[in-house]
């Protein structure tokens, strides 16, 4: 069977399984943010503690991904579901990128800015929402965009512990020796990781139109 | 002179150190009068800048007090206190972000004035620093000169009626063509609008120019209060070098001449 038979073929799998796969990263991503943007503004007011959180998500990326589901398996709750523990170890493999973008992005404001800013009157909130997360903004897109991308390829592997999502296909075809249900899964993955790339580099490009404009 | 009421804002015995023991201010004592321009004169890492910033507690002192209007800025809401002082700065600090009105009404609207104001008052205060609404109104700020720039920090800080005004060498960075015509028009705008401003610099030229009196600083310490006829005049130890200086360029434009 072709390529294009199979999708044709499989057609409710195929859509069953993106959505699966999309519901997989759009959650963790979600969390990844709720979580990795309070935290990185958080680095930016108490920098004694960057090297720790950071350092500290350093090593969680160096873990395998598929050790990883295999170490959460046990956890209480966590453990049960096999999509809870999928969203658990992708959003924490998010969230590195997610923190350290925002982090940096509010630790790139001009010096100067931030004077006139607080000399002005501003008060700590209104520095953060009105001067610093504006000004950082296409650093933390950026950071969001990378995630996504890492997090859409990651996610193939949740189907090793039987959360679902895309990478059915391919420990399927893995097992079967067969390159076309391999494809199946890998290149709709692929395409999901190319949109989400585009997308956010389109709003990144957008958010950077409105900071660092040229001259004409 | 010292405990007059007549003092805008008022130094006694300010002590600033930082971590506990380096001392960047020693036992200052100074007051500026309402509506006058004093100069803060020093060199580089003399203490100026920070005396400046003592006054809106963007440092605050370790001991002594510092009054403005009247209070000490310890009994102040901080908010309020910056809010009630302008504010400038070499690098101007506009906000990127905004477009030139936007920035001009960033205190104002902080304030929650109503549109009809800050529209009003935008258009003021950018008049009074020689820059037309219509046309620089919706400028972000790198699409502005370095002087244009500094002239929307200056409408900045100017634009919620502050009785009181900071500067720190707002004209530093300018090429000497600007410079002088931005000194120029400081020195207009200063006669109509009679506010207290102190003016950090270490230029003796500028400083002689600008202030109504100029307040040496040196390592920390005031060394004197002068007008800027006494300063040349003066027989100081600390004020012979500034004057010096002065003289001799003075003289090497003269023998060209």
């Known amino acids: ?216 | 002179m010292n405990d007059s009421p007549a003092a805008a804002i008022e130094f006694a015995h300010v002590t600033y150190r930082i971590n506990g023991n380096r001392m960047l201010i020693s036992d200052l004592n100074l007051s500026v009068r309402y509506g006058e321009t004093l100069m803060l004169l020093g060199r580089s890492g003399s203490g100026k800048t920070t005396t400046l910033k003592l006054i809106n507690r963007l440092v605050s002192q370790s001991e002594g007090q510092v009054i403005v209007d009247g209070r000490s800025t310890a009994e102040w809401d901080v908010i309020q206190l910056r809010r009630h002082i302008g504010y400038a700065i070499q690098e101007a600090g506009l906000f990127p972000h905004y477009d030139v009105e936007d920035n001009v009404a960033l205190v104002p609207r902080l304030e929650r004035w109503d549109d009809a104001r800050i529209a009003a008052r935008v258009r003021e205060v950018l008049h009074l620093v020689g820059l037309p609404f219509e046309q620089y109104a919706g400028r972000y700020p790198d699409e502005l000169s370095g002087g244009q720039r500094q002239r929307v920090g200056l409408a900045r800080a100017l634009a919620a009626d502050p009785k009181i005004l900071l500067m720190d060498e707002p004209f530093g960075a300018l090429d000497p063509i600007t410079r002088a015509e931005l000194q120029h028009e400081f020195l207009e705008l200063k006669k109509t609008l009679s506010k207290t401003i102190v003016f950090v610099t270490h230029d003796v030229a500028e400083a002689l120019m600008l202030g109504d009196r100029i307040a040496l600083i040196d390592s920390g310490k005031l060394k004197g209060i002068f007008a800027p006829a006494e300063f040349l005049r003066s027989r100081h130890e600390a004020v012979q070098p500034y004057v010096n200086a002065f003289r001799a360029t003075q003289q090497i434009l003269n023998s060209g001449a």
């Open chain 1, 1 to 216: 069977m072709s390529l294009p038979d199979f999708f044709v073929a499989h057609k409710r799998e195929v859509l069953t399984l993106t959505g699966e796969h999309l519901w997989l990263v759009g959650i963790s991503m979600l969390l990844a943010v709720a979580i990795g943007v309070p935290l990185g503004i958080l680095l930016s007011r108490r920098p004694a503690w960057k090297s720790l959180v950071l350092g500290g998500n350093n090593i969680m990326q160096t873990i395998p991904s598929l050790a990883l589901f295999g170490l959460l398996l046990p956890v209480p709750w966590i453990g049960a579901r096999a999509d809870r523990l999928a969203i658990l170890a992708l959003t924490l493999y998010a969230l590195l990128p997610v923190v350290r973008n925002t982090y940096t992005g509010i630790a790139g404001v001009e010096a100067p800015v931030r004077e006139a800013a607080v000399a002005m009157g501003l008060t700590p909130r209104q520095l953060l929402w009105q001067v610093e997360l504006p000004l950082a903004s296409n650093v933390i897109v950026a950071g969001i965009r990378t995630a996504t991308v890492i997090t859409v390829g990651v996610a193939t592997i949740a189907a090793a512990i039987g959360a679902g999502g895309l990478g059915e296909f391919i420990f399927r075809g893995l097992a079967m020796v067969d390159n076309n249900v391999i494809l199946a899964g890998a290149i709709p993955a692929a395409l999901m990781a190319l949109f989400a790339d585009f997308v956010l580099g389109l709003i990144q490009r957008s958010l950077v139109r409105t900071q660092v404009r040229t001259h004409n």
